[in-house]
């Protein structure tokens, strides 16, 4: 009874820790590529001063960096996105790629790209418009797949039955993509099947000033959102008792991390496991689940995670680059299934 | 005479059941909540203990009648002013198994703390006084999946406590608790009660424990509710006539 509380632990270490993997990841991701670009080059090139190759410094600049900060907010992003959503469902296992959210931003983009036959496709990947017209298409479509699986949440209890409705839902959009892909001409065809392989390479740096002040906002508006956040963790009406207003919080967070997905999956195609599994990876290592920590902890993380996925498919040897998705799944499902097996061990009362 | 913290007037509660008609679980319920009270809510399974509370916490609107919370109208303050007037606690299981004690404890501070949610001197200070007091200081640092039933109560209570508010309605909060752990409710309802002036609302299917440490107590039996002082012999017949179905069935 007499047992003073223990105060919680300082997360700034870990934090600190986080920030130090990010930079070093995005150091490490700078260097790989085709062209031999060594430390010292690039850091001359930061620095201002131009190395004896000229092309180098254009290669370091308008291909590598483009990349690398491509990288960068998705692996920020996509996490934030899936935490928002594991807290709004209160659901583990909640994500944009399980819950079809991606695959919503897909169909966006699909009915933009094959919806416009033939003639346009030269503006649609080169303007600033065009870039508008992905992330709007993009959002809508998984505005329009968040607002169904809402929809869907608040009739079901179990946490796996809204998973398999959002696998539903991804697999019907495939079919829908399918349709479309049949019914339009070779050229828009080429265009949407290059979008679909996923890559963080595409990002040419006009898409680049619309993605990263997205994603900048994005994820400014989920820390402005960490205090409700935490209060759903008393379910919709322990929240509302703390004097929390559950439907436009519900509507914000709907839209931001709808956004946060749309933004990434317009430009860079649908990356799997990373929105699922780093939010879990951030509690786990900060042992905390207070959003104020969690969500920084999931961009550090997270963009440390893809910064490291991307350099590894950039390592010689193989046929070319290696898609960055098989590498996400590569690390994401065995962490996936570990959270799913710690949730079911016997003796952990379930009521 | 003492602050009147709640009132009910000419409550009805119940639900609409979907074609425009409603079941009403209690009708015109006048009740009041004093200052420094201890009020125990009695009743059946189904008796309406549960709607009850949760219409006097705001979750849930009345059929018919009205609300106070200090002489204010409930239906015109905003949902942060009534967190900041009434905690609620439920026998709610469902958390997040990695959450630390101290930090569902901490989420007792958000109608208090800023938009940001940053917690302030005070607050820690409200926090680690709310755990002490519900004897749960021992396990705030470790991850509510690794506690008993037991102690996530007495955390779920320091929630309640850290919300630092004149009313508090506890749903049940013996319901998983061992002899010790259901005095310890009591034993820290009446502190708060008489140290700090709070007025509390316990529902409990513990009678005897109830009706000891209860200054008041209010019975729901068919639709009437009946609010009398906990010695009172009218309402031990009631309690009684109430609970005898269930009684015989013991014996």
Not at chain 1, 1 to 7: D, L, T
Not at chain 2, 207 to 215: F, S, V, Y
């Amino acid at each position: 009874m007499a047992h003073s509380p223990q105060r919680p632990p300082s997360t700034w270490p870990r934090l600190a820790l986080g920030g130090l993997a990010l930079a070093v990841a995005f150091w490490l991701d700078l260097l790989s590529g085709s062209a031999p670009i060594t430390a010292g080059d690039a850091l001359g090139i930061a620095l201002g001063r131009l190395p004896a190759d000229a092309d180098l410094a254009r290669i370091l600049l308008d291909f590598r960096l483009p990349r690398v900060l491509t990288a960068l907010a998705a692996g920020m992003a996509l996490p934030v996105a899936g935490a928002l959503m594991q807290a709004l469902f209160r659901n583990p296992l909640a994500s944009p790629s399980e819950l079809g959210v991606s695959a919503g931003a897909s169909m966006g983009v699909a009915l933009l790209l094959l919806g416009v036959q033939g003639g346009g496709l030269g503006f649609l990947f080169h303007s600033v418009g065009a870039s508008w017209g992905m992330a709007g298409a993009a959002s809508l479509g998984a505005m329009a797949v968040m607002a169904v699986i809402s929809a869907l949440a608040a009739r079901v209890r179990q946490s796996a039955t809204l998973l398999i409705a959002g696998l539903l839902i991804s697999q019907l959009i495939a079919a829908g993509i399918g349709l479309l892909q049949w019914a339009s001409g070779a050229e828009s065809l080429r265009a949407f099947t290059f979008w679909g392989l996923g890559s963080l390479a595409g990002v040419d740096p006009t898409r680049l000033r619309l993605l990263l002040p997205l994603t900048a906002l994005g994820l400014t508006a989920s820390m402005a959102l960490a205090k409700p956040l935490d209060g759903l963790a008393l379910g919709e009406e322990g929240a509302l008792s703390l004097g929390i207003r559950l439907k436009p919080l519900r509507l914000v967070l709907l839209f931001v991390a709808s956004l946060l997905t749309a933004v990434i999956t317009a430009f860079c195609g649908p990356i799997a496991f990373i929105a699922l599994m780093v939010p879990h990876l951030a509690r786990g290592l900060m042992r905390r689940t207070s959003h104020l920590i969690v969500l920084p902890a999931c961009m550090l993380i997270g963009g440390a995670l893809l910064l490291l996925c991307d350099a590894a498919t950039q390592m010689p040897g193989g046929g070319g680059v290696l898609p960055i998705n098989a590498l996400t799944a590569l690390i994401g499902a065995p962490v996936i299934l570990a959270v799913v097996l710690r949730r079911e061990k016997p003796g952990r009362s379930a009521p | 005479m003492k602050e009147v913290f709640l009132s009910c007037e000419g409550v009805s509660l119940g639900y609409a059941d979907g074609r425009g008609k409603a079941r009403v679980l209690i009708r015109e319920l006048d009740m009041r909540l004093h200052a420094g009270e201890i009020l125990v809510l009695l009743g059946r399974n189904g008796a309406g203990k549960s709607t009850l509370l949760r219409t006097l916490a705001g979750l849930q609107s009345p059929l018919r009648g009205q609300v106070a919370l200090r002489q204010e109208d409930m239906t015109r303050l905003t949902r942060r002013q009534v967190s900041r007037l009434v905690a609620w606690v439920t026998p709610f299981r469902d958390f997040n198994p990695a959450m630390t004690g101290w930090e569902l404890t901490a989420l007792g501070r958000q109608p208090h703390t800023a938009w940001h949610g940053r917690l302030g001197k005070t607050d820690i200070e409200a926090i680690e006084a709310a755990l002490r007091r519900c004897g749960a200081g021992a396990y705030a640092q470790r991850p509510l999946g690794s506690l008993s039933d037991g102690e996530r109560q007495r955390l779920l209570l320091a929630r309640a406590v850290a919300q630092e508010t004149p009313v508090l309605l506890l749903d049940e909060p013996t319901a998983f608790l061992d002899r010790p752990g259901r005095s310890m409710v009591f034993r820290l309802a009446r502190e708060l009660a008489q140290a700090e002036n709070r007025a509390l609302i316990i529902s409990s299917h513990d009678l005897e424990l109830a009706l000891k440490n209860g200054d008041t107590a209010l019975l729901l039996h068919g639709d009437q509710g009946l609010h009398r002082p906990c010695s009172d012999a009218d309402l031990h017949t009631a309690i009684d006539s109430a609970f005898e179905e269930e009684r015989g069935q013991a014996r």
